[in-house]
Structures are given as C-alpha cells and as structure tokens.
C-alpha cells in the first residue's frame, strides 16, 4: 500500500469521477476505482491510500491526473529526497472548528488501534523516533495559512506526533505563524511521549482508553515496547495542562464501556492529577480494527462516572 495527501478530498474525488472512475462514498471516505481496477482511497482528512496491483503506476496515474484536475496531490513513495511533514486541510472537526493539520509521523504509530480510521501503515517502538526539517514545515504553513483562517492547528497526521524527537525546534519554528493567524495550537497524541510537548503548544489532547493493561493490548494494540504503565507516566508529567480523550468501544465481547473498568479509568486518571477529559466513540468505520460504537447509555453513564469523580466533562456522541 502507498499513502499520499492532498488539500483537495472532494474535487479529486469528483474530479476522478469526470474521468471516468467508479466513486464510492462510504462517509468519511471514498473509495475510487479506475477503469483499469486502480483502487485509491480518499479520506475527508485528505490522507490518500492506494491499493492492489501495480501501486506504483497507480500512484503515477493518480498524480497525473490530479495535475489535469489542478488539485494538489502527493503521495510518499514518488517523493524524492527525506521524508518530510504535510499539511492538509483545513478539516472540520466537532472539538477544534476550523482544523489545519500537520502530519508529522507520515505512517508510524505506536500503536494500532482497533478503532484506528486511518489505518497506519507501521506500528514502531516507542524508541524509534525520527526528526523533521522545521523549515520548510514552515514555509508549507505559511503558504496554507494565506489561504485560510482555521480556528486550530493540529500537530496529528497518520500515526503519532510525538515520535518526532525534534518536536519542540517545530513548534518553535511554527509558533509565530500560528500566532499570527490567531489560531490555537493544539497538539493530539496517544500519550508515547506527551510529557515532551513544548510549553508553547496551547492545548494538548492525549488518549488513555483503558485502565488495565490486558484491555489496553486488546484494544490499542501497542507495539511490544509500549505499556500502559509508560503512558500514565507521561501522562502524570502533564496532567494538569491535558485533556484526556477516552473512546469507549466494543471489539466483540470485549469492552472498556463496562461501569466497573470505567470507574477504574477515573480513579487512575484522578490519581495522576487529570482533571478534564472528553469522552466519545467509534464515529467513523475502523480501516482495519473490529471496534465498535457503544450505545448512548453506556457513553451517558460513563460520563456520569466521571463527573462523581469530579472531572470537568466533555461528550461526543
Ligand atoms: S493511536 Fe491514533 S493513529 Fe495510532 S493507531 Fe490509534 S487511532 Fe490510529
């Protein structure tokens, strides 16, 4: 499978269906398909994935095409050069507004969620971290800002941003701009290495979905290195300035929604310090994962839990 952006998601996928490819919708993605059996994925974030046989020309033919059109596409594979960041965007999003993204990992998670809608390509060990050349991340920003006015600016992308060891030069390079244009900047993460975040970043959202290490490696399943016991220790570095995001779900008979697990959940993240969290549920359909929504009870007791905790409480149904 290759993986590929553009800023564009819906012309290219009209576009695509001008020229004669077959256009799915399955909402929050589309899947097209050339005449000649060329499958790509077109993601509302904008994240691109092309499957089947002959990716490569496929890739090719994507990119040709979408010149015609005069839509921006890039897919990783025919880059030349070390990989770099991306943004895309702006996407609408129930929390932010207005979001501009920056993809930072390119692919590499920690962890590969049965939830997951992007579906990474590459689950790494937390000790695998890469660097990124803040500077022309910079000059991409600047151009996508000329162009819009988002509420936020998201450090997210396919995988996790905190993989980035050099996070904090980024944020320092991209903070002006991010000033300037009077949007928040927000960092969201599975928590790796939370406890890393620059002080300039304005909001961070870290994951925490389990209170038990056996859910949790049912559920996220971390790459070998990674502990839940890892996580809460980032997380309790930070615990006064994040937000904790818990998705309930159902992956066959297994669930993190159940009141007793729930009620752990609380007691450990009020143990740290944690004092805010959002909770919500499987929205969109999983890229490789079996989890599924839990029901609007399940979400309206847990949310009860939280709050006798004395958590400041956000829901996303
Ligand atoms: S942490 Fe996020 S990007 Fe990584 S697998 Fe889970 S949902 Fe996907």
């Known amino acids: 499978m290759l993986t590929g952006r553009t800023r564009d998601p819906e012309r290219l996928a009209a576009g695509l269906r001008r020229l004669g490819w077959r256009v799915r919708d399955e909402g929050g993605r589309v899947i097209a398909v050339s005449p000649a059996g060329q499958q790509v994925e077109i993601r509302d974030s904008g994240e691109l994935r092309i499957t089947g046989r002959g990716e490569d020309s496929a890739a090719r033919t994507l990119v040709k095409l979408a010149r015609k059109l005069g839509v921006e596409v890039e897919v990783e594979s025919l880059e030349s050069g070390p990989r770099r960041p991306l943004v895309y965007g702006p996407v609408p999003s129930r929390r932010l507004g207005r979001s501009l993204g920056i993809d930072l990992p390119r692919g590499v998670c920690t962890q590969d969620c049965e939830y997951c809608s992007v579906g990474v390509p590459r689950r790494a060990s937390p000790r695998e971290r890469f ?66 975040c620059p002080p300039e970043v304005d909001r961070i959202i870290a994951s925490l979905d389990c209170a038990r290490e056996g859910l949790y490696r049912r559920i996220n399943r971390p790459h070998p290195d990674l502990s839940l016991d890892h996580l809460v220790r980032q997380l309790e570095r930070v615990s006064e300035d994040v937000t904790v995001e818990v998705l ?15 009620r752990e959940l609380a007691g450990l993240l009020s143990g740290i310090g944690v004092r805010e969290v959002q909770l919500n549920t499987v929205s969109r359909p999983p890229a490789r994962g079996r989890a599924e929504a839990v029901g609007a009870g399940e979400l309206a007791r847990a949310e009860r839990i939280f709050r006798d905790e004395g958590f400041r409480v956000e829901v996303y149904r």
Not at 140 to 166: H, I, K, Q
Not at 248 to 262: D, F, I, K, S
């Open 248 to 262: 309930l779900c159902r992956v066959g008979r297994v669930t993190n929604a159940e009141a007793g697990h729930v």
């Open 131 to 196: 660097e990124v050349d803040p500077v022309p991340l910079a000059r991409e920003l600047r151009a996508a800002l000329s162009e819009c006015r988002p509420d936020a600016v998201t450090l997210a992308g396919v995988g996790e941003p905190t993989l980035c060891a050099n996070l904090g030069e980024v944020v320092e390079e991209i903070t002006p701009l991010v000033e300037r244009a009077g949007a928040e900047l927000v960092l969201l993460t599975n928590s790796t290495w939370v406890s890393e």
